[in-house]
């Protein structure tokens, strides 16, 4: 289900069928260090995490991590959207792309229009994001997007802090 668009990307609901590159995409090495190990070690694994954990929310609430893709290939290139954590009051802007389609500016275009859709369409008043302290790069992005330094948390089950951003559309 086609989400949203820009100038050179799609993004959509991911499908079972994105197993090889979710596979691909949490095995990488910056997924690994920043974002954590979701023990996906399989193309089953991955198509198992798409079903019961990203397209079930999406179901539920409407919205989720997107798969990006360019739009004049469908490539998959990354992920980009809304997750709602239980320990956490807003909705948390996401985002991860494989390694050779990152410094290309995708990261901002995705979430620029994930922002804006959080705005116009779901109504939501305030995004937040969750990106590990030494993250420059993503954070570097979310700085652009116009999310700022909040405060160091740890979250529940986890023993490293991370950094909230977060912006008010108020």
Known sequence: ?????TDRLELRWLEPG??????ELMNDRAWLEQIGD???RSTADARRYIVERMRAQCLRLGFGLNCVTLRDTGMPIGICGLVKRDWLADADLGFA???RFRGQG???DAGAACLRHARAVLGFARVAAIV???NAR?????ERLGLRFERMITPP???REVCIYAIDFT
Do not use: C, K, N, Y
Not at 1 to 5: D, N, Q, S, Y
């Open 1 to 5: 289900m086609l989400v949203l668009e």
């Open 18 to 23: 994105d197993a090889g590159f979710v596979h």
């Open 38 to 40: 979701r023990g996906i």
């Open 97 to 99: 792309f494989l390694q």
């Open 106 to 108: 995708h990261a901002f």
């Open 132 to 134: 590990s302290p030494g």
């Open 138 to 142: 993503s954070i570097h992005v979310l």
């Open 157 to 159: 089950e986890e023993t």
